[in-house]
């Protein structure tokens, strides 16, 4: 996964390990430092694990 606002790539693992160095702001993962860049703070964000859960939640009940 990579934050799409500076292009950073992060593996699973990091991500897992540490949930807040990406997370997802209206549906785009964005890194840590872009949200601190952009003034958002990590409680206007959802953490990337549950974002995908969500994701598939919404794709088990067709949408
Ligand atoms: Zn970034």
């Known amino acids: 996964m990579k934050c799409e606002k500076c292009d950073r790539e ?5 991500a897992r390990e540490y949930p807040n160095k990406i997370r997802v702001h209206r549906n785009k ?11 958002v703070t990590l409680n206007e964000t959802e953490p990337f ?6 994701r598939t ?7």
């Open 10 to 14: 992060f593996s699973e693992e990091e």
């Open 49 to 54: 694990w549950t974002y995908i859960d969500t």
């Open 57 to 63: 939640d919404l794709g088990r009940m067709g949408g």
């Open 29 to 39: 993962l964005i890194c840590e430092h872009c949200l601190v860049d952009m003034g």
